[in-house]
């Protein structure tokens, strides 16, 4: 069946940048509509991203400006550009469908510290 697969996460220090990936390794995500979604320690799990299957985008207000989210169907892949990170950022970040009905992946760690 396959699953998800999330990467790009790290350590960078507040008002950097990062770019997420997510792939699928047994189903087409070019059908589907896509979310990233995060998990902070001791929260609940949120979503901070949509996009759809027309690439209408969609944005939590706590990363609306400074986050952007794309798929590149070529290459059964979704992305998450971060920009102006925060320390608020920091969480693990998983991709799936949206509404998320997919196994989660492990997702991939970001952290934002000086």
């Known amino acids: 069946q396959g699953q998800l697969l999330e990467s790009g996460g790290g350590l960078v220090q507040p008002g950097g940048s990062l770019r997420l990936s997510c792939t699928h390794s047994g189903s087409n995500l070019s059908d589907s509509v896509m979310g990233w979604y995060r998990q902070a320690q001791g929260n609940k799990r949120e979503w901070v991203a949509i996009i759809t299957t027309i690439n209408s985008t969609n944005y939590a207000d706590s990363v609306k400006g400074r986050f952007t989210i794309s798929r590149d169907n070529a290459k059964n892949a979704i992305y998450l550009h971060m920009d102006s990170l925060k320390p608020e950022d920091t969480a693990v970040y998983y991709c799936?469908?949206?509404?998320?009905?997919?196994?989660w992946g492990q997702g991939t760690q970001v952290t934002v510290s000086s």
């Open positions: 799936n469908t949206f509404p998320a009905f997919k196994p």
